[in-house]
């Protein structure tokens, strides 16, 4: 019994630190700026295993040098109750359990904005029986130190664009050859309908699919607000 509380205890010291070591990281980023991400981090280490010379096409930019409509259109499709929730929808949870139950398979998330910034700035993308958990402490903790805007901010600078692309600058140059700035309505719902497989998509450009999605959140652009 002493030996398993020994264990016990030095596997809850070693969650502490952990949990205390990504608090630390949030306080951070309060003022300064993540130069990379768990998921930028595993992109580049995949590319340079075919090329030891790969770079990963990044640039941060500043929340009021993206244009407002990539703001709208990703919540839109994102998480439309981005401004109202704590970091959990539960309403959308609850919706996305539903429809994989009557699809019998995993065909909608109810991840929230915060829930997927956590996952990209700490976590792997493998799916295990833990990644929930840790994903559900880091929403909390991102949600108690960060705004809406600051979160929001670092959400459309770090997620995945494309095949080695990151933030919204290095996507709207990527692929309209133009700054996160002066982007268009329809290109930011183009771009927005991406986020759900951008490496598909950056090779895909012309899908069927996508062009349905780009309209669906244009429609909804203008129902949503952006911190």
Avoid: C
Avoid at 31 to 51: G, I, T, V, W, Y
Avoid at 108 to 113: E, K, L, N, P, Y
Wanted: glycine letters at 6%; zero cysteines.
């Amino acid at each position: 019994m002493r030996w398993f509380l020994k264990i016990g205890a030095v596997v809850l010291t070693a969650l502490f630190l952990y949990y205390l070591w990504i608090f630390g990281h949030i306080v951070y980023w309060r003022h300064a700026n993540p130069s990379s991400s768990s998921f930028m981090d595993a992109q580049l280490s995949r590319l340079q295993e075919d090329n030891p010379d790969a770079e990963l096409r990044y640039r941060w930019v500043a929340y009021d040098r993206i244009s407002g409509n990539l703001k709208r259109a990703v919540i839109a499709a994102e998480d439309a109750r981005f401004v109202d929730h704590e970091g959990f929808d539960w309403d959308g949870i609850e919706a996305a359990f539903e429809k994989n139950l009557k699809q019998g398979r995993i065909v909608a998330g109810g991840s929230t904005i915060s829930q997927q910034l956590a996952k990209n700035l700490f976590l792997s993308s493998k799916k295990t029986p833990w990644r929930k958990i840790d994903e559900a402490f880091i929403t909390v903790m991102l949600e108690a130190v960060l705004d809406k805007r600051r979160i929001l901010e670092i959400y459309l600078n770090v997620i995945e664009w494309g095949d080695g692309v990151f933030g919204a600058e290095a996507a709207a140059r990527h692929y309209y050859r133009t700054s996160a700035a002066r982007l268009s309505g329809g290109q930011a719902a183009k771009l927005a309908a991406m986020v759900p497989n951008p490496r598909y998509y950056d090779t895909h450009r012309n899908a069927p699919g996508l062009a349905r999605k780009t309209r669906i959140i244009q429609r909804r652009m203008a129902q949503v607000l952006a911190p």
